[in-house]
């Protein structure tokens, strides 16, 4: 797969993203028990969407593993491309696809946070029926037009693989003909705008789920801090319990998915050539399905 020099780090890599991507699975099948049927009153349907959060962390990690991604950068291009059980294009681009459902799942999480600290009266539009009809059409828009973008702006063109080809040749043997990627200047230098506006399309839907998830955070802390807000000291304990829980449950993908492929996708289109090992980003990505799973059992004190 890899060039005999980078081989015994390749693999090491390789068998802790199979570790990682058992744990995952194993850690979160029970916390669906656990959504299921411990969930306290107060939860109330913010259950559903924890639920939905934490089949996500399995689906994810399942996707992965039939992929096994390879995500790397090569002068002024970056590339990705499966090694694992699905080795084509279309395959790559459900991988990118299923990395990019969790900032969605975590708007809609921020989402109900706020309505559950300013305007609890509107809770009642919450329920199960309501929570799966919102994620089934957030997902719906958002994972076609991920993919679409993957499979037709990110697809290799002529340019592209003459400038990767012998990065593949060295590094991988040949391998990942199958590859998605960008190519941010041409041969002769110049800029290459099919790149660069692809790049800025997944940009602007993580920029959208951010801006919702920060407006939420700081209106409701604000919230919190009002002088004006009258509630019992278990209704503002648990209210800060499952938020505070929720911003960490932000920051682990922040971490370790949206922060390495951001750069590794994005540096070289600023002229930052970078070297990283083929296989660390996608042993990273696993980390974020296994740490959420205790997240939520220790920051939720009915699941523990």
Request: proline share 4%; net charge neutral.
């Amino acid at each position: 797969m890899v060039s005999e020099k980078n081989q015994a780090l390749f693999e090491f890599f390789a068998i802790f993203e199979v570790a990682n991507i058992g744990s995952s699975v194993v850690s979160n099948l029970p916390l669906i028990y656990l959504i299921l049927y411990r969930s306290s009153r107060e939860i109330g349907a913010y259950r559903f969407l924890l639920l939905a959060f934490t089949i996500n962390d399995i689906y994810f990690p399942i996707v992965h593993f039939l992929t096994l991604p390879v995500i790397c950068s090569y002068k002024d291009a970056f590339i990705m491309f499966s090694h694992g059980v699905l080795t084509s294009k279309w395959s790559i681009c459900l991988f990118g696809c299923s990395f990019s459902q969790t900032m969605p799942l975590l708007a809609h999480l921020f989402i109900y946070r706020l309505i559950a600290t300013k305007w609890p009266r509107n809770l009642i539009f919450y329920n199960g029926r309501s929570c799966f009809f919102l994620i089934v059409v957030t997902l719906g828009v958002e994972v076609p037009v991920w993919f679409a973008n993957c499979y037709f702006n990110y697809g290799s063109d002529e340019e592209t693989r003459e400038y990767v080809q012998p990065f593949l040749e060295e590094e991988f043997n040949g391998d990942g003909k199958e590859f998605i990627g960008a190519l941010y200047y041409s041969i002769e230098g110049n800029f290459r705008l099919r790149a660069f506006f692809s790049t800025m399309g997944f940009n602007s839907i993580m920029a959208i789920c951010m801006s919702i998830i920060v407006f939420c955070s700081f209106s409701i802390v604000a919230h919190f801090r009002s002088t004006h807000v009258e509630w019992s000291g278990k209704t503002k304990k648990l209210q800060q319990q499952l938020f505070h829980t929720l911003v960490v449950q932000m920051i682990i993908p922040m971490l370790f998915v949206y922060f390495p492929c951001a750069g590794i996708i994005n540096l070289p289109m600023f002229g930052f050539r970078m070297s990283v090992f083929p296989n660390l980003v996608s042993a990273s990505l696993t980390i974020f399905p296994l740490i959420d799973a205790f997240i939520i059992i220790g920051g939720v004190k009915s699941y523990r």
